[in-house]
């Protein structure tokens, strides 16, 4: 008997390695943590000094803080798109005049179009998505349409579906009606609850990241974890409300930095945070026509949708313990990059024939070297309005964010250094024009190789 339960314990000793052996080989976790309109200064480590958000410095201070890290376009559902694709939105056409998807447009991300979850799926991974979707309502562009397993969120922006008769702004109310937007709550597709309540959705999110992890941790796994927060109208549970010095706004990211820390901590008492690559950002820079909710792009110009600096600069921290070094780098990335890395990272080559618009990360998150020079394109719906390249940005047009209808077309266009002017206030065009006809080169075969999408925001 004794020798039997030896034998026994032996052989699960040896199935549990090997099952550990396996899942390393099988690619790590990836979480996707994605704030909705949280702007590039209003974290701790980002500069803030009113906002708290202890966990977020932490995952800075433990893994790898960008400083020009950047959204693919400068309000929600573009920038979605373009991270779950990989691809400037104008290739999917999720993006146009209409700037997003409402609850009555027809569109939504195209069923050809290739997620991480889809490309990830066939490697195993089980894949769910939380929180704010914005791609579509509509079959083929849902999220279990999309290559999720799972979703449990909001199918777009928490000001759609207002109530009738509520003033113009309240939105922007510092305490607004709880029943003011009858946004429905979904759990993989079906209605849980209408309207949600809103100030407990940061922690229904976070207990349902922690389960997915917890009841998934043997296997690989990817998360897309959209926040509904700190989109307008702003709540905040009652264990953080009025507790930051920012107000709601505060109050708000408070409770979201709250969220990445259980993650986090989730992750860890599991035993897998080596095995996880984290990677927290934001959709587009602040709502600053929202005022005090409006949050902040720190020294930046402008905000949402807008493509200054402000508009489409975020933050970007990369977690990943015994994996990335602490550090900061000033290297340009932005959030189509993760397409390919999250591919590499599970042996998952890119899809055949797609143009992908992002780069693999892992020689700088695991090796700390310089990725290539390439260029950035600032999209503005389906508009090209500006272009990076190295520390130099072009301005073709310029428009705030939410003023004049119409854009300002410059010729020449302007020209910021951006390293020596992140404000873009000082116009050098006529000192450097070679650097223009540099830029403006990289926007000729960059347009070349563009094929507009049908447009979906009808």
């Known amino acids: 008997m004794k020798t039997s339960l030896l034998l026994r314990t032996v052989l699960a000793s040896v199935l549990l390695a090997a099952s550990t052996t396996a899942v390393a080989a099988e690619g790590p976790n990836i979480v996707i943590i994605f704030a909705d309109d949280l702007g590039y200064g209003d974290l701790g480590c980002y500069g803030s000094p009113t906002i708290g958000t202890p966990h977020l410095d932490r995952m800075a201070a433990e893994g790898l803080r960008f400083t020009d890290f950047y959204s693919a376009a400068e309000v929600c559902t573009p920038s979605r798109a373009a991270l779950l694709t ?68 909001l199918p777009y922006s928490n000001d759609m579906d207002a109530r009738p008769d509520l003033p113009r702004g309240a939105s922007g109310l510092p305490d607004p009606p709880h029943d003011g937007w009858n946004v429905p709550l979904l759990r993989d597709g079906q209605v849980v609850e209408q309207p949600a309540d809103q100030t407990t959705l940061t922690r229904r999110y976070t207990e349902y990241a922690q389960q997915f992890i917890r009841e998934n941790k043997d296997a690989p796994f990817f998360v897309y974890f959209a926040h509904t927060f700190p989109h307008v109208p702003m709540f905040a549970s009652a264990a953080f409300k009025g507790k930051s010095r920012a107000g709601i706004y505060g109050d708000a990211v408070e409770e979201l930095d709250w969220s990445v820390g259980q993650v986090l901590e989730t992750l860890k008492k599991e035993g897998i945070a080596e095995r996880t690559l984290v990677f927290f ?3 587009n820079g602040p709502w600053l026509i929202m005022g005090d909710q409006g949050g902040s792009a720190g020294p930046l110009r402008d905000g949402k949708g807008s493509t200054w600096e402000g508009g489409m600069r975020v933050p970007g921290i990369a977690w990943m313990p015994g994996r990335i070094r602490p550090g900061v780098t000033s290297q340009l990335a932005h959030t189509m990059d993760l397409f390919p890395t999250s591919l590499a990272l599970a042996g998952v080559p890119l899809p055949a024939g797609v143009t992908v618009d992002g780069t693999d990360l892992a020689p700088l998150l695991f090796e700390g070297k310089s ?51 992140p404000s873009e206030n000082r116009n050098v065009a006529t000192v450097y024009p070679e650097v223009i006809a540099q830029i403006q080169e990289a926007v000729k075969t960059h347009q070349a190789g563009v094929v507009p999408g049908e447009p979906q925001l009808k």
């Not at 069923?111 to 309502?137: D, M, N, Q, S």
């Not at 047009?397 to 020596?420: C, D, I, N, S, W």
């Open 281 to 283: 950002t934001s959709d």
């Open 371 to 421: 990725l290539p020079q390439r260029p950035f394109f600032y999209y503005r719906g389906d508009q090209l309005f500006a272009a990076r390249l190295g520390e130099w940005k072009t301005h073709f047009q310029t428009q705030t964010g939410y003023g004049p209808p119409k854009a300002e077309v410059h010729e020449p266009p302007l020209l910021f250094h951006l390293g020596r002017d």
């Open 86 to 153: 990989g691809r400037y939105p104008v290739r999917s056409g999720m993006c146009g005049n209409r700037r997003v998807l409402f609850p009555n447009s027809a569109g939504g991300l195209p069923p050809a179009e290739a997620t991480i979850a889809e490309a990830l799926k066939p490697r195993g991974y089980a894949t769910a998505h939380i929180g704010k979707w914005h791609l579509g309502i509509h079959a083929g562009g849902r999220p279990l349409d999309q290559g999720f397993d799972h979703s449990f969120g």
